[in-house]
């Protein structure tokens, strides 16, 4: 198995040395990993807080992957990085995934109409129904809007930090846009992950859900990574005993590895 959706010292919100990121991946076991630290631009909370040293990043990956290589790892290492999707920096985003060499480009919806749902101020005024489906649309626009990506990383990422969290969330409730969003990343041949941060996060499901991943292969897609969204090195490959077995059960026989932002499809 491999773990395409981790973040380092690079990232603003980690200090985790890249070094011990692979030696937790490599004492798990895992057959390879990603780096995908994080880029958002126009962060308004906090600015500049996830602007990324692309240069600086490139360098210290590709560098270890190298070293590590020669002294015999036995796992391959990735680089990546997870895109901040807003429409009014479509553009900027774009100019970042085609100039530097990814292996994988994930597209995320951070900031949704300039506030995070992280921050409680996303909720204030509006029912979480109101605000959950806000974020959805975000997800449509930004698909719209020409972004460039591979992956659309954790699609139901607002439940971690909603009120009530998942306690009032399922598919059913959104499926008419969560239809339109998993029928519009397919049309373009693009991809989802499963992100295993929801177990880490108290929610007894992956982002997104179950029902979700399973619709997704109804529907016909086939791209789909998985990720634990790790930020500390005890975190790399979160629960994923329980991988494999919820992807057979969404109709699975496969995951997805990005090299060159091409992908491969490996059996589970």
Not at 80 to 101: F, M, S
Request: hydrophobic share 35%; net charge negative; glycine share 8%.
């Amino acid at each position: 198995m491999w773990d395409q959706h981790m973040h380092c010292m690079f990232s603003g919100d980690s200090d985790a040395d890249p070094v011990l990121m692979i030696n937790s991946a490599i004492n798990k076991g895992l057959d390879g990993i990603c780096f995908t630290d994080h880029l958002d631009y126009d962060y308004k909370e906090e600015p500049g807080l996830f602007d990324l040293d692309i240069a600086a990043y490139e360098k210290r990956i590709k560098r270890l992957a190298i070293v590590l290589k020669e002294k015999g790892c036995p796992i391959n290492i990735h680089w990546g990085i997870e895109i901040g999707l807003q429409p009014h920096i479509t553009d900027k985003n774009n100019e970042v995934a085609k100039k530097y060499p990814f292996d994988l480009v994930i597209g995320s919806s951070h900031v949704v109409n300039g506030i995070d749902p992280y921050y409680p101020a996303f909720y204030k005024g509006k029912t979480e129904h109101e605000a959950y489906t806000e974020y959805f649309e975000s997800i449509l626009d930004n698909l719209h809007s020409g972004a460039d990506f591979d992956v659309y990383g954790h699609i139901d990422y607002v439940v971690r930090y909603g009120p009530d969290k998942n306690k009032y969330y399922s598919y059913e409730r959104y499926a008419d846009i969560i239809d339109a969003i998993l029928k519009e990343i397919i049309s373009q041949g693009k991809g989802i992950e499963l992100n295993t941060a929801g177990f880490k996060y108290g929610l007894g499901h992956s982002n997104p859900t179950e029902d979700v991943l399973k619709r997704y292969h109804e529907l016909g897609g086939e791209i789909i990574t998985v990720g634990a969204d790790a930020h500390k090195p005890e975190h790399v490959a979160y629960d994923f005993d329980k991988v494999s077995n919820i992807l057979k059960d969404a109709g699975f026989m496969y995951y997805t590895v990005f090299e060159n932002r091409v992908p491969a499809f490996i059996k589970l």
